[in-house]
DNA sequence: GCTGATCCTGACCGATTGGTCAAATCAAGT
DNA sequence: ACTTGATTTGACCAATCGGTCAGGATCAGC
């Protein structure tokens, strides 16, 4: 058995030559994903975006739900750790403040993925629908009990703790969804007014 | 010169039958258009949930174009009328309290247009950039600077009100767009939680 | 500079796309 | 019943879709 690769079986050091075409279509496919939803979405214009014959393209993936899936698969690996990065043993207030900034910070840094997102649930979140439910939904009913428990503690303004977590996810995720919207109504960089304002609203509401 | 018609040209009285398939094909593209976005909807889709063939549906809309514009064109219609609804003579808190409660009623009773919207937002906007060049920027401009003077009489906190706006936006919105999620994070009917929610929210923000 | 594996593409396939058209059907006067 | 216009559809079209395939480039190791 040779040295262990991070790829399980098969391939014996997947050349970098390899990985650096799959982030070219990734990053390419990303770009159209996120706008036009899966089924609006060709092949073709995805290799075209890449740089690339179509039948290049379908010999790193094989199929169109491949190239989807892995970027699925890529996006909802990062998109549960800012919840689970809410330490228990922290300050109420000062804990779900930095899960907003956290959350803000991500739909500034990857747009695209959050509209990739959005694109699957509106569409009735066919394809990751087993996410929501072995991944988010747990998290998300460990989180409602503790804060919960620091609102029983006092240490909490008495919310809905289930509306209070919809809300973050609005909140943090419509600057990268309707960002197109906000650029119109609104131009020019708002990133840091957007965080001083849910700063601002979330203080007021939460301390106790 | 015939008597005043609703339609101004051409058409005199419209049949009633036209009217009703009309309605039929709008009904079943608004379904397809709000899941699909605009490129991933065909007109077979439509044609098969409308309960008529293709070249029945070309018969009534000239083109798929057509179709999304006018779906475009009947919500946008209704989209601005609770913004316009705030009264510079009320109350500053409840007035914008009762915006957001019309806006998260809109988002309630037309879930779809809602998604209709956001997915063209997503896409860029490509088609309605000018609804919210003309349309919604002017109006935005206006409330903004109604909001900054009740602030500057200290009748409502000090917040920015372009984020202010845009948060009603993402939170009532939030409720249609994401409804496939939150249905599987926290199952079962939360509008009167999200409408008491939001109540609390802003009413805790903006009580000076 | 030969060889074998990897990488890449033009040409192509059947299915589907938005849209057309001629002909069939329907509803309503007369 | 007959005519007229509005409605509906099967058959069809060129373009595009996701995907295949045979063969040409390109590269590393020798």
Redesign the interface.
């Known amino acids: 058995m040779p040295a262990a690769e991070d790829q399980p079986a098969a391939s014996p050091a997947r050349s970098a030559r390899r990985q650096q075409t799959e982030s070219a279509i990734l990053e390419a496919a990303l770009d159209v994903f996120?706008?036009?939803?899966?089924?609006?979405?060709t092949l073709d214009q995805i290799a075209e975006r890449a740089g690339m014959s179509k039948p290049n393209l379908l010999y790193y993936f094989p199929s169109k739900e491949d190239v989807h899936a892995r970027l699925l698969g890529d996006l909802l690996d990062h998109w549960l750790a800012p919840l689970r990065g809410i330490d228990p043993g922290g300050e109420p207030v000062e804990e779900i403040l930095r899960y907003v900034r956290r959350k803000l910070a991500m739909s500034h840094d990857y747009p695209r993925e959050s509209?990739l997102f959005?694109?699957e649930?509106?569409?009735?979140?066919p394809r990751i629908?087993g996410f929501?439910?072995d991944g988010?939904?747990p998290l998300?009913d460990e989180t409602v009990a503790l804060i919960q428990g620091w609102i029983a503690q006092g240490r909490l303004?008495a919310?809905?703790p289930?509306?209070?977590l919809?809300?973050i996810?609005?909140?943090t995720?419509?600057?990268a969804?309707?960002a197109?919207?906000?650029e119109?109504?609104?131009p020019g960089d708002?990133a840091g007014?957007?965080g001083?304002?849910l700063d601002?609203?979330y203080r007021?509401?939460l301390t106790p």
């Open positions: 996120a706008m036009h939803g899966f089924r609006g979405t509209r959005a694109g649930i509106i569409a009735g979140a629908s929501l439910t988010l939904r998300v303004a919310v809905d289930v509306q209070l919809f809300s996810w609005a909140l995720q419509h600057h969804d309707f197109a919207q906000i119109i109504v609104a708002r007014d957007a001083a304002f601002q609203m007021r509401l």
